[in-house]
């Protein structure tokens, strides 16, 4: 999930500020990047997922994490809501002038794996990392291609 998640929340104004600085690259801890947060909400007003957009990568972030992190809700997952928060947050990288994103996910996790395919994730490479005790798998999205072979 998102790491953006852990922030306090309980005043609302105040994470919006946080989070606009953070994308402004104001206030993020050393070592960090610019980052923006989306949130997809439904019609109803519920918060199905969230992404966080990496406006850079650093050598950290290449080797783990990627350039998008993304989550739904677990009452919420296997619905497609997770390929529409993909999608519409590579949109966005595409925006800030991004050529190309990193995605990243454990091997076990297939559905997230399937996702990243769908959005048009080319696998990279795998690595064991010790300190997740997992392989990572690393997918390249080029966004001058439009996914699944479409025309543009």
């Not at 919006?16 to 989306?38: A, C, K, Q, Y």
């Amino acid at each position: 999930m998102p790491f953006t998640l852990s922030y306090p929340c309980d005043d609302f104004g105040a994470l919006i500020e946080r989070l606009e600085n953070n994308s402004r690259g104001i206030g993020i801890p050393e070592g960090f990047v610019p980052h923006s947060t989306f949130w997809l909400v439904t019609d109803e007003q519920e918060v199905v997922g969230v992404s966080n957009l990496r406006h850079a990568l650093t050598p950290g972030l290449q080797r783990e994490g990627g350039s998008i992190g993304y989550g739904v809700r677990p009452s919420r997952r296997g619905r497609g809501y997770a390929s529409l928060l993909l999608k519409l947050t590579l949109e966005k990288a595409g925006a800030i002038g991004l050529r190309r994103v990193l995605l990243t996910c454990g091997k076990e996790n297939v559905a997230s794996a399937r996702v990243i395919l769908k959005n048009g994730g080319v696998l990279d490479s795998e690595e064991f990392i010790e300190e997740r005790n997992e392989i990572v798998q690393r997918f390249w999205v080029d966004l001058a291609k439009p996914a699944n072979g479409g025309c543009q």
